[in-house]
């Protein structure tokens, strides 16, 4: 077994160790989201990732054998990426602010992968159940999130967390396609701002307290 074969994360069920920093594996991952973003999972073949990776196309098989392998590596690591807790585990409080973020520009490559991982999860099963772990977690995360505002006062403590973070999940889904749906409000301040206020106002928080920077 070849050394950088041996480096290859091993699997238990859907759960993925993530590649060493600068490795051959990150840069195939890399350039792999890269590509299924901007292009779409079907428009992208093995050998154009490899060239993009800088590699040739039969040594991209030494880490992956498939290209539904790597696309499942890469959404698993995007998935496990946007779980990242922010502050150390401390609830967030801006969420309002969080949310608006996906109205920018910065972000377009994510809303772009999320369009295709829920596109894929519908034929692959392990996308599908690697997809519905992440929404199940981060509407936890986020009716966390209500609770710690619903115990300073910020939020009305009769809403339920659960319900509310469903709502705001369900939101957050739909601007995930603002590049169909709304491609001239992406990066446009009055929007990320009726975005942010209007979170606010499902969350039952006031938006001028909401938007404070």
């Known amino acids: 077994m ?6 290859i994360p091993r699997r238990r069920g859907d759960l993925v160790e993530g590649p060493e920093p600068g490795s051959t594996r990150e840069r195939i991952l890399n350039a792999a989201e890269r590509l299924f973003a901007e292009q779409g999972y079907g428009n992208v ?3 154009a990732i490899a060239a993009a990776a800088g590699i040739t196309a039969g040594a ?5 054998e498939s290209k539904d392998e790597l696309f499942f590596h890469v959404v698993h690591r995007a998935v496990h990426a946007s779980q990242a807790a922010p502050a150390a585990g401390e609830p967030n ?3 309002p602010r969080l949310i608006a973020r996906y109205t920018t520009e910065r972000l377009k490559r994510g809303r772009q992968l999320a369009v295709e991982m829920h596109y894929a999860s519908a034929k692959h099963p392990k996308i599908r159940r690697l997809l519905r772990r992440s929404l199940e977690h ?3 995360q986020i009716a966390r999130d209500i609770a710690a505002a619903q115990a300073e006062g910020r939020i009305d403590p009769t809403v339920d967390p659960m319900l509310q973070a469903s709502a705001v999940m369900a939101f957050l889904m739909g601007l995930m396609h603002m590049e169909t749906l709304l491609p001239e409000r992406i990066g446009d301040k009055a929007w990320h701002d009726y975005v942010a206020a209007h979170v ?3 969350l039952g928080m ?8």
Request: glycine share 0%; proline share 3%.
């Open 138 to 140: 981060d509407i936890a």
């Open 200 to 202: 606010a106002t499902l």
């Open 93 to 95: 409080r801006d969420l």
């Open 206 to 213: 006031q938006a001028e307290n909401s938007l404070q920077k």
């Open 45 to 47: 073949s093995m050998p």
């Open 60 to 64: 991209i098989y030494k880490h992956f």
């Open 2 to 7: 070849s050394e950088e074969r041996a480096k």
